[in-house]
């Protein structure tokens, strides 16, 4: 069985997003949030793909 993306339902401390993301790809979720922080110093829009994704994922069953 293939893990998925998709927010879980422990761990989360906004939307999940991150935790999610952490999870997929076997990482800790505080190195995805510390990622995700750092690269919100740079110009792009992370925060409106963190939206997106915050709507777009599924929650975990």
């Known amino acids: ?3 998925r993306l998709a927010r879980p339902r422990h ?3 906004i939307a999940g997003v991150c ?3 952490a999870e ?3 990482l800790a979720p505080f190195t ?3 990622i995700f922080l750092l690269s919100c110093l740079l110009p792009g829009p992370q925060f409106l793909i963190y939206l ?3 709507v777009l ?3 975990e069953p």
């Open 1 to 3: 069985m293939t893990a």
């Open 11 to 13: 761990n989360r401390v």
């Open 19 to 21: 935790a999610g993301i």
């Open 24 to 26: 997929r790809f076997g």
């Open 32 to 34: 995805v949030r510390l």
């Open 52 to 54: 997106a994704l915050w």
């Open 57 to 59: 994922l599924p929650q």
